[in-house]
């Protein structure tokens, strides 16, 4: 009996230690979720003169990950909102105006990543992003000004590369720096270019 009870004992420390190991063997395995802040900047790339507009993005990431050896292979669907303006003027006609606000983003892609330690990864991403866009146009004939105010959703891509760094075995920190591109605005060709650097803190289950 007492041989019984030690084996019993033993088995169950050791399938205890399961989950501690796998970790250990495959860091950056799992399901994860994020919190996301950063710096947001949103360019019109057309032929008006126009100014870029700074501001913060902020919002939430949810993704799995898969390690083979030093590998990483991951999915992750992401959606933020942010605080930027842009405007640019000449677009059409002399003297008109365009203001577009940046709402909220939703991104789905996938990421590939190489382990260059237990506690640190470094990775390439890509994938799909729909923006929405609040546009404001303006243009004034004689003395009568005319604008016209819409919202639409943008699709695009988004490319990007970062680092993640593991400060508990479920927890990590990473940053990151993703280009969007976007396509028309009612079928204007704005040629929409926005540049982010992110931070994110995050827990893997």
Not at 49 to 56: C, K, L, M, N, Q
Not at 113 to 120: F, K, Q, T, V
Not at 130 to 154: H, M, Q, W
Request: charged residues 20%; aromatic residues 10%; glycine residues 14%.
């Amino acid at each position: 009996m007492r041989k019984f009870l030690i084996a019993a004992a033993t088995a169950a420390t050791a399938l205890s230690a399961l989950p501690a190991a796998a970790q250990e063997i495959a860091p950056f395995t799992g399901a994860r979720v994020e919190a996301l802040v950063g710096y947001d900047n949103l360019q019109d790339g057309g032929d008006g003169e126009s100014d870029g507009r700074d501001g913060v993005s902020y919002g939430a990431l949810v993704g799995y990950d898969f390690q083979v050896g030093g590998l990483v292979i991951g999915a992750e669907g992401e959606a933020t909102d942010s605080s930027v303006r842009v405007r640019s003027r000449e677009n059409f006609v002399a003297g008109d105006s365009l203001r577009l606000d940046a709402g909220r983003d939703l991104y789905v892609g996938g990421r590939v990543g190489y382990a260059i330690s237990p506690l640190a990864m470094i990775y390439a991403k890509g994938g799909y992003t729909n923006a929405r866009i609040e546009s404001r146009y303006s243009t004034t004939s004689g003395n009568v000004t005319t604008t016209v105010t819409d919202k639409s959703d943008l699709d695009g891509y988004r490319v990007g590369a970062g680092l993640e760094y593991n400060i508990t075995p479920s927890a990590y920190v990473k940053g990151e720096y993703r280009y969007s591109h976007y396509g028309d605005l009612d079928g204007i060709d704005i040629d929409l270019d926005r540049h982010q650097l992110m931070a994110g803190v995050g827990i893997r289950f």
